[in-house]
Structure formats: C-alpha cells, structure tokens
C-alpha cells in the first residue's frame, strides 16, 4: 500500500473515533475549556526562523506501522529527556493510538517535562482535534494537505489562529503547497511522499518566502545536498528514534 492510501485509512478510523470523543467531550465543552487555557505559547516558527543552521526536531513515536516495527521498553518521557540533552529545537509526539500507539498522556506528559515547542504528529481532520491539542499542550500540529479538501484547510487555518496554534503543512508534491500557499500566518511545511527526492524538495522549497521555515524528512532526504535553493535554514526532521 503506498504511504498517502495508507494515511487515508488512518485518518478515516481516526474521523470515526471523534464521533465518540464529541459524545464524551462534547464541542462546547471543550471549546470552554480551551478559552481558559493560558499556558505560555512555544514558537515553533520563530524557533525555526532564527537558526543559522539546520536544526533537529526528534519523534517520540513507539510504532512505525510502515516498516512493521515498534520500539521495545519505549518510554516517551525518557525520550523526551534525551533528545532535550541532545539540543533538540521541538518534539514532535505521535498520538495516533490505533496504528503508532500514541496516547494524549504521553503528549501532555512530554509538553510538562521540557520546555520545548510540542509538536502533536497525528491525523488531524476537523478543529475539534486543535481544541484537544491546546489542552494537551501542543504548540504545532501536523496537517496532511491531500487528506482535506479546501474547506476543510481553510477550516483548520481559522481555528489554529483562533488557538494560538501552529500549524505544519504535510506536503507530498508542489500542487500541495500551491493548496496552502494564502495560508500566510502558518508557514511551516513538512515534505513527505513515498519517494522523496532532491528535485522535488528543491522545487517546493524554493516557492516559500526567505523567511519561511521547512522541515524536511531527515529519513529519507539528505537536505544537505539540495543546492541553490534560496531557504538557508532548512530544518532536517528526524523520525527515526535512536
């Protein structure tokens, strides 16, 4: 199964699994507990902006379902204390529970022990998930641009700046980002695809402003190697836990 029908699963379990959510928690109630949420925001972005050089944000993910594996005695809060140690930029928390074993204690747990941007690496489909990423303690959150339609973006966009939220555009081609090009105020974009390549990644690059911050996936792209292309600050995404 290629990686975008593989996330197209995903996030179909995942729309299914906020029907029940929304009946536990329903939308008002979480909306009010978010309006008295006041912890101080992490700028992922600035972060991102002022490096002089790439820089490293690690994954806290217990299960790769693509390569079968998962990590043995895996313990997100020992994680999150050594790629702090390592001079890690943010964290980026894998909560998907069905697929990568995530859990929100695991978020919330990370969000309180470093102070570092929180990423929340997930299937985010609707704003009801922004509302609980605030209350986790998440800074940013990954959106995958060819799981949504426009609305659905534009939808997303209004609310993680409602939120104070950041948010990271996944993209798998330059038709993604050209999707969420007049989305100015969230500029962080991430590339990934089933096969990433140099050409591709220096294509997309270099249609953001100067000033736009990247990430790409440290896994699969050696960004090093990408030439000439007008954004210096490249950020190498490493999901790999080592």
């Given at each position: 199964m290629k990686l975008l029908e593989f996330y197209q699963?995903?996030?179909?379990?995942?729309?299914?699994?906020?029907?029940?959510?929304?009946?536990?928690?329903?939308?008002?109630t979480?909306?009010?507990?978010?309006?008295?949420?006041?912890?101080?925001?992490?700028?992922?972005?600035?972060?991102?902006?002022s490096a002089n050089e790439p820089v490293y944000i690690y994954a806290i993910q217990k299960a790769f379902p693509c390569s079968g594996t998962e990590t043995?005695?895996?313990n997100a809060l020992e994680l999150a204390k050594s790629f702090?140690?390592?001079?890690?930029?943010?964290?980026?928390?894998?909560?998907e529970?069905?697929?990568?074993?995530?859990?929100?204690?695991?978020?919330?747990?990370v969000a309180h022990?470093?102070?570092?941007p929180i990423i929340r690496w997930d299937f985010i489909v609707e704003p009801y998930q922004l509302m609980q990423s605030k209350l986790w303690g998440a800074d940013a959150v990954r959106v995958i641009v060819p799981l949504l339609d426009q609305i659905e973006l534009a939808d997303l966009y209004k609310k993680a700046l409602e939120l104070d939220l950041e948010l990271i555009w996944e993209v798998h081609s330059a038709a993604d980002a050209e999707r969420i090009a007049g989305f100015e105020q969230?500029?962080?974009?991430?590339?990934?695809?089933?096969?990433?390549?140099?050409?591709?990644?220096?294509?997309?690059?270099?249609?953001?402003p100067y000033s736009a911050p990247a990430l790409l996936n440290g896994d699969a792209v050696d960004c090093s190697k990408i030439e000439n292309c007008p954004f210096k600050g490249a950020v190498l995404f490493q999901k790999a836990i080592q």
């Open positions: 699963s995903v996030a179909e379990i995942v729309r299914q699994d906020l029907k029940k959510q929304k009946m536990l928690l329903p939308v008002d979480i909306a009010g507990l978010c309006s008295q949420h006041h912890r101080k925001h992490r700028d992922l972005g600035e972060k991102l902006v043995a005695n895996f702090a140690a390592k001079k890690a930029s943010a964290l980026a928390v894998a909560t529970k069905h697929y990568y074993c995530g859990e929100p204690c695991m978020l919330s747990g022990l470093v102070d570092l969230s500029r962080i974009l991430y590339l990934d695809g089933d096969s990433p390549d140099l050409t591709a990644a220096e294509s997309i690059m270099k249609k953001l």
